[in-house]
């Protein structure tokens, strides 16, 4: 008789979002936020991050998504949340319901880059979306984010020649210039 054959389980996955992992979504929200946007957003507003709150509102968006077509995912590294994503019918004002979906957010925690983890991510982020029945799908991407955005134009998003400016504090303290990535579904 032989020795018993070990079958090791998955080191790096994704799956649907657990309520359990609102927590460390808003911890990877904030360390993400801190690493990318130290050179687009004062000091004192990156110090303001709040983890615990980002927690609460993806717990929010994990319990009671506005519809069946808002979803959260994470990637994995074994039982740890290394990044997750955000997807949703896109909400833009030029958006042709029902075929324009959105990837609302995407975040690879600082410390997890480089092992594979966004590749995973969005590659089932394009699946649920296609699943979801877009055809067509969009992600608003940091001006300066010049990585992220290498990353989706590496995968065959291009810019659509929309952009827009948010005022995160409402007063023009912190204002973030983005632009809109898109790719076929199809």
């Known amino acids: 008789m032989g020795q018993p054959v070990d079958h090791p389980s998955a080191d790096r996955s994704v799956r649907l979002a657990w309520a359990a992992d609102s927590v460390a979504i808003g911890a990877v929200q904030a360390r993400a936020w801190r690493q990318t946007y130290s050179s687009v957003l004062p000091a004192d507003l990156l110090?303001?991050?709040d983890a615990a709150a980002f927690g609460e509102h993806w717990q929010a968006a994990i319990t009671s998504?506005?519809?069946?077509?808002?979803?959260?995912?994470?990637?994995l590294e074994r039982n740890t949340v290394a990044?997750?994503?955000?997807t949703a019918p896109s909400e833009d004002p030029d958006a042709e319901p029902?075929?324009?979906?959105e990837i609302v957010a995407f975040h690879i925690d600082p410390s997890a880059f480089g092992?594979?983890?966004?590749?995973?991510?969005?590659?089932?982020a394009v699946d649920t979306l296609r699943a979801d029945g877009f055809t067509r799908a969009r992600i608003w991407v940091v001006v300066r984010d010049d990585a992220l955005r290498a990353f989706l134009e590496s995968a065959g998003?291009?810019?659509d020649g929309a952009?827009?400016?948010?005022?995160l504090t409402g007063n023009g303290a912190a204002r973030l210039r983005q632009v809109r990535l898109?790719?076929?579904?199809?």
């Open 65 to 75: 998504p506005p519809t069946a077509k808002h979803r959260v995912l994470v990637a």
């Open 83 to 86: 990044g997750f994503t955000a």
């Open 182 to 186: 898109h790719t076929d579904l199809s």
């Open 163 to 167: 952009h827009r400016e948010l005022d």
């Open 98 to 101: 029902p075929s324009d979906g």
């Open 157 to 159: 998003w291009g810019p």
């Open 115 to 124: 092992a594979g983890h966004g590749s995973r991510l969005l590659a089932a």
């Open 47 to 49: 110090a303001e991050v």
